[in-house]
Structures are given as structure tokens and as C-alpha cells.
């Protein structure tokens, strides 16, 4: 953690102060999945099983948030009609 | 009861638990919370156990839970539970917080449920105090590198239950969690897996319309404990429901009920496969599989055993 | 006008607990029956019982969870109350340090008990002496109208928006929890008014852009019971170091301010001297034994001999800075610890008050009497004896040994 990051008042009961959304856990992946949308049928499985919460459902299109996504393939494997690829991070 | 639920509409519902939380990938312990607090109104405080769960989310200065939630130690979380609980009622007598009823969940491992938080938890349904107790079941102390604890299954490897020359892996089965707390008399039972996620949330949904202790047995596979590719974690879970080794199922009101995946299993025993699909897929019993098929015997044995109890139970009842 | 202000009732101090904590506003009440507490979980429980207070009482199955019923409850706004004793408090251990960890006000009545093995139910303060590290303030009474007092302005203290921190107040076991005692007891709006009703302090969280209660209310989404490593931990743990030492202050603010209500004070609050200005000899002690050495004392200032009482009231924080003021220049100190430190020179009291004294341009010679242990009496013979002996000290004979057990056979 650099000096800048530092949270110099700390609160006096000790609660966190920032949200883990400022934790971008994407840098894990090692693999990312690509969601092929002509393919994609919007049935949202892939939202209901992804740990990260990196499935996003804006209305119309399924997309996954790489900001988060550490990369674990669980989409890939459950998407019922195989709309998801699981492509290696360069 | 089991009214429809819009999946569309779930995920567009507010977050409750953030991303950018430090689960390893592939954990189910994260796909377990966002299901039953999806399913749950505000207000509402999370209270959770010592354990991976709390660790992975709350690391200084972030949180990951948009809800308020507490973490006070490894064993103490229904008792924890408890005293929200009653600081609500009393905070409501004197005319604090309205009359809007706050959802107390517990989330805590199988470690801080099974063994150690076992005493806080008997005597938080014993009290009957009004909480939901989920239990998310990774089958080991796995926040402290996969130890065996009462939740671990017979023959499991786990780096307190190794394969010794002598003792080849855990030599006990599995305590009966869930039956425990039925003999409680607690106002609702049930098993669940993030897999069968339309069953677990249903599941929910009728433990928030009890009121009393109720409590969740959730399966939570960890790629890193149990040792199998991390993008399995929902297969395994089916793997589970489908072998008996995790039949799904709900006890309230004095009757017990299959469900889901195991209630066609019941009615078409056809589908049950053997322990050894559930086992062959995890690295945690790859002696298991590797020996003389001994401990697979024997847990095929105690699987069916608790199968045949639990059809005996579920049918009685019906009858 | 003194007779205005309330009445007197024969209570014992297990009682005259209940009844304070009865006037106190108290929200959530969680407790484990254990001798000698029990007194004081069996009237609230009747308090409970009759409607007579709007508290929740929850019957746990352990101290471990009577505690931790009272965390999630003060966590949720309440303010709690819980008592124990002796094995009770050590079960609690883990989370005495968790509760000053989380900032969370609970007070809590601990009846010393001496700890097993042996088992003993007798009074010695190994119990809460050994919890001096985990942060929590601790306050040693007298009698029961101190005990009544104390545990009023406990709730005062502990919730004050610098500290936010719990109070123990230790009682000795049956010498104070059992005896029957005149007790003067304020009216039950005088008390009310005093305490008021529990006000959780604000933090600052980001994410939300604003102040909001340290409190989870069901709705606000703020994170409690967090993990911090090397990064923040230390400093978190400097904050309560702080924040202990600002208690000392308010200490003396509440006890003055109660003073005003109800005409009656312990010394300064922190501190509680009686013949010490101009002492050749003074004996330092806390808790009820030091009515004893009180008799003993008065009966030779009467024979012309200059000899001192300092009664600490407190503990944590160790009022050293007063101690040192109302001592320097005396010469001779003995201190009187109802405790054991297998394995160091001398005990917790002994240790700190000398350790306190060691900047002095002329140190006094301290010597520690260990007396009590599991209930053993502390007769005025005895301190007639200690104080003859510090007497010689002063006369310049050295002492044989400066940390002696009494009453003790072998």
C-alpha cells in the first residue's frame, strides 16, 4: 500500500471505511470468459452462478465486468447453450 | 408458497455483497450469500462467523457487504445473532425502531457451526430467538488451510486427516447438522445447494414466513479444500444431490419433505447414481478412488443408510 | 433536602447492582448464573419477570455467549448489561478483548472469585486482575452504596462519545455481594435523567459520504468486527490506548457530576485517600478490605501515629499520576494485592504503583502484602502488624523480603 493510500483518520469504532468495488480483482484472472451475445439467450444462469458478481444485466445485454471477474470458468461450464469461451489472458 | 421468481429482475436488484471481495475463485461461499440476500428485504443485519466468509470480505478498509453486518468471533455468532435480536425488541419497546420486523442471518462455516459454535447455536434455537441461521458447508476448516472438521466426510484427506499408513484420511463420517437441529425443534429446517438454486431460494423465502430459529444447511464446495478445477463448484453440488450424498430436502411443522433433484430421485431411484461419481471428481478422495475401493464401500454404505432413513421420514410422514 | 433524595433500603451489593442497573435505562440484560454473581442475575431476571423495566433479558447457556449477546446487542444500539464471577469472566476472555476491541459500552458487574483449581467460591480479584490487559476500564467498590454508584456511572462513562469503551465493576465476592448494608438510592428519575438513554457514537465512512451511528440498524450498511493486518491493526490498537487514557478524565467529570445528585463522592473518582497528607506510612489497597485497614488505621492516627489509607478505584486506567502526587514524600508504602502473579515479582498492583513511583527524586521504600487469596480473612491483627512493620521500615530497618504472603500457612 503506498503512503497516499493511507487512510490517516481512522474511524473511532473500528468499521471499514471504503468498499472492495475499489478492489479490482480481475488482476487474478488467468483466463477470461468471452460471452459470444448472438448466441446468448439472456436466461441469466451465468448471473445466478458467478462468485464475483461480475455478471452484469443491464436490460438487454449480458456482459462480464473484467474488473472483477477472477476468471474461475464457472459461466463457461454452466451456460446452457455454450455461449460463453474461455479465452487465455495474454 | 414456491411463487415464481424472476431471475431478470434478481439481477438487477441492489448488490448486497460487493465484488472485489478476496474468495478465491470458484468459491460457492460467495454465490451462497448473494442468493439468500437477494432474496431477502431490508432491514436485515448479517451477523458471520469467524472464517473464510468474513476474512475474504472485510480486509481493512473495505467491505464487501452493503448490508449491515457484524463479525464478533469464530464461535459466537448465534449468540451474537441473538443479542441483535433482542436489542431490536427492546429498542421497538421503547420506540427506537418502528415495528418493521429486521431480518437477523447468521452466515457461518461448517468449523464455526459443527464444532466450535455448536454450544452458542443450540442455545440460540433453544431460546427460540427469531434468526435464520445459513450454514455454508465447505466440509473443512478451510480458512485456516483444510483442516478435518465435524462437517468433513469419511475418507476425506484434509491436512489434519492425512493418508497415514494407519488412518487413511478421516475416520469418522459427517455429523448430521441438520437433523441435530430438527431434533432442536427448530421452526424450519432445510438442505440446499447453490446449484439448485430455485430450491434454495425457496428455501429462504419460507424460513423468513417462519417465525423462530430456522436454519439453512448449504453445501459449499471449495476448489481449494476439496481439490477439483475451480469452474466445477455447481457440478460438484449436483454431483452431491444426484449420488444422495446431499439429498435436498425441508422439515417445518412437525412434516418432512423431499425436494427438488431428491424428490425425483425418490420417485425414480433410477436416477441416483453412486457415491463414486461425487468422489472420482475431487482430488481430496483420489486414495479413495486409487485403493481397494474400501472407503468408497463404506461411504456408499453410510450414504444410502442415511438415504433410506430419510425416505423413511419424508414418506411417513406423507403417508 | 438530603432526605428528598431517595430512600434507603437494606441491600446486599449483589443487590444494590441489580438496582442500579434496574434505574439505568438498560436495553438488553444477558447473563450465566454463577455463585457469587447469582443475586444479581436473579433480581433482574424478577425485574424482567414483573414488567418493572422495558429490558430483554436472554437466558444464555455460557458466559462466552452472555457477552457476546450483550456485543451484538450494544452493536445494535442497546445498551447491555451482564455480571459474572471468577471461571465466568475467564470464559469470557477472548472476548473481553473483542468487546474493548470494538469499541462496544457494555458494562458488566464481576463479583471477584477466586479462580480453580482448587475450586473455591471465595473472594480474591485473581479473576479481573488478570483481565487488566483486554482494555476494559475497571472500577474497585468499597461497599454496596459504592457498588449502587459505581454501576450508574458506568453506563456514563463507558458510553461517552470519547470513550466508547466497556466498564467492569468489581464487587468482592460475598464480603460485598452477600452482606446486607444500608444503601441510599436515588429516585428512579433522578437516575434516569442521569444516564439518559444510549446515544452510539458516529463514524465517518466514505462510501457513504457522511457521519453516521456505529450502529447496525437494518438498514445502514456499515461493516463491524473488520480485519486488520499489519497495515491498520497497530493503529487501531493505538486508538484505544488513547482513548483508555482519556477515561481518567471523564471519570472524574461523571463522578462530580453525580456527586451534585447525590451528595455523595469516592476522593477525586479515581482515588480514594483517607490520612495520607503528611503520612509516614501509607497502605495502598482496593476493594471492600479496605474498610478493614480503614479501622485499623483510624484507631492508630488516634494513637498519634501518622499512618495512611490510599484506596484505588480504579485500576484501568492505573491512576498513576494521582497516585504519585498524593504519595510523593511519603516514605514507607505498603500495597495490599488480593492477587496472585505466579512467577513475578509481586503482584499486578504492587508492580505498577512501585513502577509508578520509580521517577521520584526520593523513592519510598515499597513492600507488597498479598492477603485474601480465596477468601481468606484479613483480620485487623494482621494489618495492625503490617502497618508496625512499615513503621520499622521507616525507622530504616530493610525489609527481609518486599514481597510477603499473609495469612498464609507453610
Known amino acids: ?90 | 408458497m414456491s411463487s415464481s421468481i424472476n431471475i431478470k429482475e434478481l439481477a438487477r436488484s441492489k448488490l448486497k455483497l460487493l465484488p472485489g471481495h478476496r474468495h478465491c475463485p470458484g468459491c460457492a461461499a460467495p454465490i451462497i450469500v448473494k442468493l439468500v440476500l437477494a432474496t431477502i428485504d431490508e432491514p436485515v443485519v448479517v451477523v458471520n462467523a469467524t472464517g473464510c466468509l468474513q476474512v475474504a470480505t472485510t480486509i481493512f478498509p473495505y467491505t464487501s457487504w452493503n448490508v449491515p453486518w457484524i463479525h464478533n468471533a469464530f464461535e459466537n455468532a448465534a449468540a451474537t445473532a441473538s443479542g441483535v435480536e433482542a436489542a431490536f425488541k427492546a429498542l421497538r419497546k421503547r420506540g427506537v425502531v418502528g415495528d418493521v420486523g429486521v431480518n437477523v442471518i447468521v452466515f457461518g462455516g461448517d468449523g464455526g457451526t459443527y464444532d466450535i459454535g455448536f454450544q452458542s447455536l443450540s442455545g440460540m434455537v433453544e431460546r427460540g430467538h427469531n434468526i435464520l441461521y445459513v450454514l455454508y458447508d465447505n466440509e473443512a476448516y478451510m480458512n485456516t488451510g483444510i483442516q478435518r472438521s465435524g462437517g468433513t466426510p469419511y475418507g476425506a484427506l484434509t491436512t489434519t486427516s492425512p493418508y497415514g499408513t494407519v488412518i487413511p484420511g478421516k475416520p469418522q463420517h459427517k455429523k448430521p447438522i441438520a437433523d441435530i437441529m430438527v431434533a432442536h425443534r427448530a421452526a424450519y429446517v432445510a438442505t440446499a445447494t447453490p446449484a439448485h438454486w430455485v430450491d434454495l431460494i425457496n428455501k429462504v423465502r419460507r424460513a423468513l414466513s417462519t417465525i423462530g430459529p430456522k436454519f439453512l444447511h448449504v453445501l459449499s464446495p471449495c476448489p481449494r479444500g476439496w481439490r477439483f478445477d475451480e469452474s466445477m463448484s455447481i457440478e460438484i453440488c449436483r454431483l452431491a444431490v444426484d449420488t444422495c450424498y446431499f439429498p435436498l430436502w425441508e422439515y417445518g411443522g412437525g412434516v418432512w419433505r423431499l425436494t427438488s433433484r431428491s424428490l425425483e430421485i425418490a420417485r425414480n431411484p433410477a436416477l441416483k447414481k453412486p457415491v463414486e461419481e461425487f468422489v472420482k471428481v475431487q482430488e481430496r478422495f483420489r486414495h479413495a478412488v486409487s485403493d481397494d475401493q474400501r472407503i468408497i464401500k463404506e461411504l456408499q454404505a453410510y450414504v444410502d443408510a442415511m438415504w433410506e432413513d430419510l425416505l423413511n421420514r419424508c414418506a411417513v410422514r406423507h403417508s | 433536602m438530603r432526605a428528598l433524595l431517595g430512600s434507603v433500603k437494606a441491600l446486599n451489593g449483589a443487590e444494590a447492582v441489580a438496582y442500579a442497573v434496574k434505574q439505568s435505562n438498560v436495553d438488553v440484560i444477558s447473563a450465566y448464573p454463577i455463585t457469587p454473581q447469582t443475586i444479581i442475575v436473579e433480581r433482574l431476571s424478577e425485574f424482567v419477570a414483573n414488567g418493572e423495566i422495558h429490558a430483554e433479558y436472554v437466558n444464555v447457556e455460557s458466559e462466552h455467549s452472555a457477552l457476546s449477546t450483550c456485543m451484538g446487542a450494544a452493536a445494535a444500539g442497546a445498551r447491555t448489561f451482564t455480571a459474572t464471577s471468577s471461571q465466568g469472566l475467564a470464559l469470557m476472555w477472548e472476548l473481553l478483548y473483542v468487546t474493548s476491541g470494538l469499541r462496544l459500552p457494555v458494562v458488566m458487574a464481576v463479583v471477584n472469585r477466586a479462580l480453580s483449581a482448587p475450586i473455591n467460591i471465595h473472594c480474591d480479584h485473581s479473576d479481573s486482575i488478570g483481565a487488566r490487559d483486554s482494555g476494559w476500564i475497571q472500577f474497585y467498590v468499597e461497599n454496596s452504596q459504592e457498588a449502587y454508584d459505581t454501576v450508574i456511572q458506568a453506563f456514563k462513562i463507558a458510553e461517552h462519545s470519547d470513550i466508547q469503551l466497556p466498564v467492569m465493576v468489581n464487587l468482592d465476592g460475598f464480603h460485598i455481594s452477600h452482606t446486607l448494608e444500608n444503601v441510599n438510592i436515588l429516585p428512579d428519575q433522578v437516575v434516569s435523567d442521569f444516564v439518559g438513554f444510549r446515544k452510539p457514537a458516529n463514524v465517518r465512512v466514505e462510501y457513504l459520504g457522511r457521519e453516521v451511528p456505529a450502529v447496525l440498524d437494518g438498514v445502514t450498511p456499515i461493516s463491524l468486527g473488520i480485519i486488520a493486518l499489519s497495515d491498520y491493526y497497530y493503529e487501531f490498537k493505538m486508538m484505544l490506548v488513547d482513548a483508555i487514557d482519556k477515561v481518567k478524565s471523564v471519570i472524574k467529570e461523571v463522578h462530580n457530576d453525580y456527586l451534585k445528585v447525590s451528595w455523595r463522592g469516592y476522593g477525586d473518582g479515581l482515588i480514594d485517600p483517607y490520612g495520607v497528607d503528611g503520612a509516614d506510612i501509607v497502605l495502598v489497597i482496593m476493594g471492600s478490605a479496605a474498610g478493614t485497614v480503614k479501622y485499623v488505621v483510624k484507631k492508630l492516627l488516634e494513637s498519634g501515629l501518622r499512618v495512611g489509607v490510599l484506596r484505588l478505584r480504579t485500576f484501568r486506567p492505573f491512576p498513576y499520576e494521582e497516585v504519585v502526587k498524593v504519595l510523593s514524600g511519603v516514605k514507607v508504602i505498603g500495597v495490599m494485592d488480593r492477587a496472585t502473579s505466579p512467577g513475578a515479582y509481586g503482584a499486578p498492583l504492587f508492580n505498577e504503583l512501585r513502577s509508578a513511583l520509580y521517577d521520584l527524586d526520593s523513592r519510598p521504600t515499597v513492600v507488597n502484602f498479598i492477603y485474601g487469596i480465596g477468601g481468606r480473612d484479613l483480620e485487623p491483627l494482621t494489618v495492625k502488624r503490617i502497618c508496625e512493620k512499615l513503621l520499622e521500615f521507616g525507622r530504616g530497618v530493610k525489609p527481609a523480603s518486599y514481597v510477603e504472603y499473609v495469612g498464609v500457612r507453610r
Open chain 1, 1 to 90: 500500500m503506498s503512503e497516499s493510500d493511507y487512510i490517516k483518520e481512522l474511524p473511532l469504532v473500528p468499521t471499514t471505511v471504503r468498499q472492495s468495488t475499489e478492489v479490482k480483482t480481475g488482476s487474478w484472472r488467468g483466463r477470461r470468459p468471452v460471452i459470444n451475445s448472438s448466441r446468448c439467450v439472456r436466461c441469466l444462469i451465468c448471473w445466478v452462478y458467478c462468485p464475483e458478481s461480475s455478471i452484469v444485466w443491464d436490460g438487454e445485454c449480458v456482459r462480464v465486468d473484467y474488473d472483477f471477474c477472477k476468471g474461475c470458468g464457472i459461466c463457461y461450464r454452466e451456460c446452457p447453450v455454450k455461449a460463453v469461451e474461455m479465452v487465455p489472458e495474454g
